[in-house]
Nanobody, 121 residues
């Protein structure tokens, strides 16, 4: 059974940086895209970034130029480097795996348990 475990969240001041990690179990990287989603209190879960098995990446407009997603297939890890963090980035961040052909939106695939990111002075 596929499992995803996130880590790296925490409290950071505006303008600071955090690096989220997602450890994936099982042979799930082939033909699958890995994504980071976030959900703020009272809001819907939104796609932040994803990376396909071939390396093609997508970023939400709100994080372009500030966040970088990467994957290490050998270590079955996915990372989200977050720079220039803003208070509006505060949310629970979730790791997700779904087939490359699946849409980025929707409750598809496997989810991690989430890690809290709080941006506040």
């Amino acid at each position: 059974q596929v499992q995803l475990v996130e880590s790296g969240g925490g409290l950071v001041q505006p303008g600071g940086s955090l690096r989220l990690s997602c450890a994936a179990s099982g042979s799930i990287f082939s033909g699958n895209k890995m994504g980071w989603y976030r959900q703020a209190p009272g809001q819907r879960r939104e796609l932040v970034a994803n990376i396909r098995s071939g390396g093609l990446v997508y970023y939400a407009d709100s994080v372009k130029g500030r966040f970088t997603i990467s994957r290490d297939n050998a270590k079955t890890m996915v990372y989200l480097q977050m720079n220039s963090l803003k208070p509006e980035d505060t949310a629970v961040y979730f790791c997700n795996v779904r087939p490359d052909w699946a849409p980025g939106l929707g409750d598809i695939g496997t989810w991690g348990q989430g890690t809290q990111v709080t941006v506040s002075s």
